[in-house]
């Protein structure tokens, strides 16, 4: 049953660096006798939510305030993804504090930092990055999620998300989902797709990949576009999205497209 | 930035019974003051590994002897299906300690016991679920994995995997992911299809379910058939399997086929 000699010659080699290892693969393993692999270790993700309008949740609301929950959206998608999320306390639009929070949180992997990314007088996030390190790019072409900035600090990845609940998730998506796998050395996993006709048609930003999130109900595909990046129950209700590329202004109901399932 | 009444009526259903949350769901949960959500528990499996020859990884080997590698696979297949492993010590094959364990393990959710499911003088466990609650089946018709029984213990699915590594992790495939997947109320999941040309014919059990791991090259699939239910290296090179029907012989090199991807 899977002895020496009868499974693994010995000097074969059983896996290359990068293979994940899977339920069987520990099992060969541990058959010829190996009882220790060294392993890449899982990415440390710290998750810096800022904002002066959000507060810790369980707390009561002042008028103007909400509750804090980009960084239990971002920690649970990280943990997801194969990484280790560490929430900080929240941060107040304080540039002082936001440089202080990203210090302390580059002894991670890689630092989520959430809210302050725009350019109101409020947002200091990424003028923070740039004092501390190297800002690469603030405002991407995608919709929701056009805020977003991108930095390195103490050669730490540092992704600056939207505070808007939607634009953050679609940044997660975008960036912080490749960015752990690089940095775990995840096999890259591709995502599901399925090709199905829209029910309605879909208008997009023009100049912008734009990620419209859908339901798929009696294989067709309802678009979930609503106004506004705040309006995260549209992704709860969603099955997946579809990606409109820049240079067209939406689809037509009944072309078919790739859906790409959460 | 999702507020209550901006973005979730009072009284609107969020979620059914049965929706896996995701990192948005949390947070959209979150938003609306939700801190606190009833889900159902990740399914406790029992897994207790049985069989003379084999000894705890680590120890040393008397000819004869095989280090145990099951119940790593298995409780490493389990945590992968969302439930919650635990092992028990090595039983050797004597009917009255495999029922006891048998007892022991039906505090769990569910049970899985590796080896001693052929029909051999030391081969007792049907017989213990036979005598401690009901037998179902034993004996199946796939291919690895032919002395697979399956029973009831009070009230708990138990699993009777072969002891042969790929017998056993073909019985986990197909039986036990299932049972995981409906004891922890987890939303179906089809597998990952790929369909491609064979590089090479693939011969099979005629009247079985013939699962053939197979290797993907350049856009062919080479089959991995190896003899013996136990080489389990062949299980560390696939990149999934082939399953071929029973009423037919196999399939000849070019066919195009369906590939499982693990």
Not at 76 to 88: D, L, N, Q
Not at 97 to 116: K, N, R
Not at 189 to 206: G, W, Y
Request: proline residues 7%; aromatic residues 6%.
């Amino acid at each position: 049953m899977g002895g020496i000699g009868e499974d693994v010659a010995a000097g074969e080699r059983l896996f290359s660096t990068g293979h994940q290892l899977r339920p069987w693969d520990l099992a060969v393993l541990a058959s010829t006798g190996i009882v220790d692999v060294e392993v890449f270790h899982r990415p440390l993700v710290a998750i810096i939510p800022t904002g002066e309008e959000v507060v810790e949740r369980g707390a009561s609301l002042e008028p103007g305030q909400v509750w804090e929950t980009n960084s239990l959206m971002t920690a649970s998608f990280v943990k997801k993804m194969g990484g280790i999320p560490r929430i900080s306390k929240i941060v107040t639009d304080d540039p002082q504090l936001i440089e202080q929070s990203i210090v302390a949180g580059s002894d991670a992997d890689m630092i989520i930092i959430s809210g302050g990314t725009s350019v109101g007088e409020r947002d200091h996030v990424p003028a923070a990055v740039e004092t501390l390190g190297e800002l690469l790019v603030h405002g991407v072409a995608i919709s929701p999620g056009k805020p977003t900035a991108l930095g390195v600090v103490d050669n730490k990845p540092v992704l600056c998300m939207p505070g808007y609940p939607v634009a953050g998730l679609i940044a997660l998506i975008v960036f912080g989902k490749e960015a752990i796998r690089i940095l775990g050395h995840f096999p890259n996993r591709p995502s599901t797709v399925i090709r199905l006709p829209l029910k309605e048609k879909i208008t997009s930003r023009q100049g912008y990949h734009t990620y419209v999130r859908v339901q798929i109900r009696q294989g067709e595909v309802e678009p979930l576009m609503v106004s506004g990046a705040g309006i995260l129950s549209s992704v709860a209700r969603a099955d997946g999205y579809v990606v409109v590329p820049p240079n067209i202004e939406g689809y037509g109901a009944g072309t078919v497209v790739d859906v790409f399932l959460f």
